[in-house]
Structures are given as structure tokens and as C-alpha cells.
């Protein structure tokens, strides 16, 4: 059993930055792949960025990449998303996801909702014009 929680979410302002954390439960952390997934009103939940149980490799949506950073720390069993340069379109309730890595890692590994083993409660992020 993994919990999370997260934490971090706010408003502000466009082209403002934003730093979620995700902390987990459970001993182990570092064998799941973890990842951020994001819901906006009135629309479905939608992957945002992944990495490895290894941390060694990531992933991102397109309209994220180059904006976003995930990382984590399995030594502190956190997951964190860096996010700079924030868009009114990236205003959502963010959600902290774990899968199980069961073997090697892909860029599939964890971009959909049914991949998605322990689910945060959300937190929510606007950015205001």
C-alpha cells in the first residue's frame, strides 16, 4: 500500500512559478515509476510528466516540456514538479501517481490513467492572466 499526498499547489500569477511535492508512504517508493497528472474544469485527467523508479529518465506532455521539471529523492520517498513559466491554461487540480515498475521502465510506463496504481488527493494550481 502507497499513500501520497501533495502539496505545494496556489495561485499565480502568468509566467510565475510553481513547486509541487509529493510525499509517499510505503517502503517501497523506489520501485515505482511516479508521475503527475493534471484535471482542468469540465475536462478529463490528463498526463503531465513521469520518471523512472530509478530517476534516471522522464518524460513530459508537449504542451509542458521545457516548462515543467519532475524529479525525485528516493532517499526522502518525494516526487517533486518544478514548474516555471506558468499559462491560464495550466490552471488544473494536479495529481501526485504512482505505477508499479515491474520492469524496465518506458515512456508508457505511466501516461494514462489506468497505468496508475496509488492516486494523491490533488492539489490545486491557477495562474491567473
Known amino acids: 500500500q502507497v499513500q501520497l499526498v501533495e502539496s505545494g499547489g496556489g495561485l499565480v500569477q502568468a509566467g510565475g512559478s510553481l513547486r509541487l511535492s509529493c510525499a509517499a508512504s510505503g517502503r517501497f517508493f523506489s520501485t515505482y515509476t511516479m508521475g503527475w497528472f493534471r484535471q482542468a474544469p469540465g475536462k478529463g485527467r490528463e498526463f503531465a510528466a513521469q520518471?523512472?523508479?530509478?530517476?534516471?529518465?522522464?518524460y513530459y506532455t508537449r504542451s509542458v516540456e521545457g516548462r515543467f521539471t519532475i524529479s525525485r529523492d528516493n532517499a526522502k520517498n518525494t516526487v517533486y514538479l518544478q514548474m516555471n513559466s506558468l499559462k491560464p491554461e495550466d490552471t488544473a487540480v494536479y495529481y501526485c501517481?504512482?505505477?508499479?515498475?515491474?520492469?524496465?521502465?518506458?515512456?508508457?510506463?505511466?501516461?494514462?490513467?489506468?497505468?496508475?496504481?496509488?492516486w494523491g488527493q490533488g492539489t490545486q494550481v491557477t495562474v491567473s492572466s
Open positions: 520518471v523512472s523508479a530509478s530517476g534516471s529518465s522522464k
Open positions: 501517481a504512482a505505477g508499479r515498475q515491474s520492469t524496465g521502465w518506458s515512456i508508457s510506463s505511466l501516461t494514462a490513467p489506468d497505468d496508475v496504481d496509488y
